[in-house]
């Protein structure tokens, strides 16, 4: 019987899935849990739209529908990374996480709220639709901001249930290896946005390169798709 559960220990090691939904259940306050990674997953997908609706503006002019939903898009997606990073916030507080942690999701909070000014300025017909020139940017450096200390804070108090000896996929790992693609995603983002920010407004645009720019559509789309 010893051999069996040395055997059943290194199967679970190999394939770290198994068994995740037992796993699942030692997770404090899941369901809190579950509800904000479907509102960031839907938040990343209303993301990608925006961009995809961006590049159609940009390729072919105002006119299409698709195009002219962009600042909807925005909205929808702002919104709800504004409310997902508040129930983050209320979630670590309820855990008891560190308070290195908490400070990485309240930058990130920080950060939904810029968001929310571009759109909101777009609809308002700033910038004939575009929005205030700065509010994207200052609101992905800080999310930006807000997972580097938050893999700081993985780095310095991994969490519970993280083992560095086991691999990246492990159930325990999974928050960590996350929080790492999350900042790949906004480094991506970061450099998309430096690109094609039309600085102070300037018209014609003090862009660096034009939305259209495979290094800005690359950001945009791979770093959307990666919050997923």
């Given at each position: 019987?010893a051999t069996v559960?040395?055997?059943?220990a290194s199967?679970e090691?190999?394939?770290p ?6 796993q699942?259940?030692?997770v404090p ?7 904000i990674?479907w509102v960031f997953?839907f938040a990343?997908g ?10 159609q503006l940009s390729?072919?002019g105002?006119?299409g529908?698709?195009?002219g939903?962009?600042n ?6 702002c ?6 990073f508040?129930?983050l916030v209320h979630w ?5 996480a ?6 990485g999701?309240?930058?990130k909070l920080?950060a ?13 017909g700033?910038?004939n639709?575009?929005?205030v020139w ?5 609101g ?9 200390v938050?893999?700081l804070?993985?780095?310095l108090?991994?969490?519970p249930?993280?083992d560095k000896s086991h691999?990246w996929?492990?159930?325990g790992n999974?928050?960590?290896?996350g929080m790492w693609i999350y900042?790949?995603a ?11 920010c ?10 660096w390169?034009p939305?259209t ?5 690359t950001?945009?789309?791979a ?5 997923l």
């Open positions: 019987m559960g040395v055997n059943d199967l090691q190999r394939l899935f198994e068994g995740r939904d037992v699942s259940q030692g306050h899941r369901e809190q849990q579950v509800l990674s997953i990343s209303s993301l990608f739209l925006d961009f995809a609706s961006l590049q390729q072919h105002p006119g529908t698709f195009a939903l962009c909807w898009f925005g909205t929808v997606s919104l709800l990374w504004l409310l997902g508040v129930i670590l507080r309820r855990v008891g560190t308070a290195m942690g908490v400070s999701a309240r930058l920080l939904a709220l810029f968001f929310n000014i571009q759109p909101m300025t777009g609809v308002a700033i910038n639709g575009a929005g700065w509010s994207n940017l200052v992905i450096l800080l999310f930006h901001l807000g997972n580097l938050s893999c804070d993985f780095f108090h991994p969490p249930g993280s691999s996929l492990a159930h999974l928050p960590i290896t900042q790949v906004t480094w991506l983002l970061v450099l998309g946005n430096l690109l094609a039309n600085w102070w407004a300037e018209s014609p645009t003090a862009q390169v939305t720019h495979w290094l800005v559509v950001g945009q789309y770093g959307s798709l990666l919050l």
